[in-house]
């Protein structure tokens, strides 16, 4: 089992940067390829960044790309999104999630474990 917390949301002004954290607090994490999404209101829930369980190799989305970074620690059990350059359109409840999946995916659907998310809001 895993549970995920994250962490790190909030305002910020548009250009700012935020760093989100997710841990699991069971210490099964090394075996968990990880994931970020996120879901604006009335939208749907959208890839952000995935990284390999022992991260050396990680997979952004086009929105996110050079902007946006993701790493993870094994040894603390955490995995990171440095969101940097933000805007308006980044507004969104932001959510980490494991997946038992090796490959890289993008698909929420293969990904078995979420948190319950944090707000982040980029004002204009």
């Known amino acids: 089992q895993v549970q995920l917390v994250e962490s790190g949301g909030g305002l910020v002004q548009a250009g700012g940067s935020l760093r989100l954290s997710c841990a699991d607090s069971q210490g099964t994490f090394d075996v968990y390829r990880m994931g970020w999404f996120r879901q604006a209101p009335g939208k749907e829930r959208v890839f952000v960044a995935t990284?390999?369980?022992?991260?050396?190799?990680?997979f952004l989305s086009d929105a996110v790309q050079n902007r946006f970074y993701i790493f993870r620690e094994n040894a603390k059990n955490t995995v990171f999104l440095q969101m940097n350059s933000l805007k308006p359109e980044d507004t969104a409840v932001y959510y980490c999630?494991?997946?038992?999946?090796?490959?890289?995916?993008?698909?929420?659907?293969?990904?078995?474990?979420w948190g319950q998310g944090t707000q982040v809001t980029v004002s204009s």
């Open positions: 999630a494991a997946s038992r999946t090796v490959p890289t995916t993008a698909r929420t659907g293969e990904y078995d474990y």
């Open positions: 990284i390999s369980r022992d991260g050396r190799n990680a």
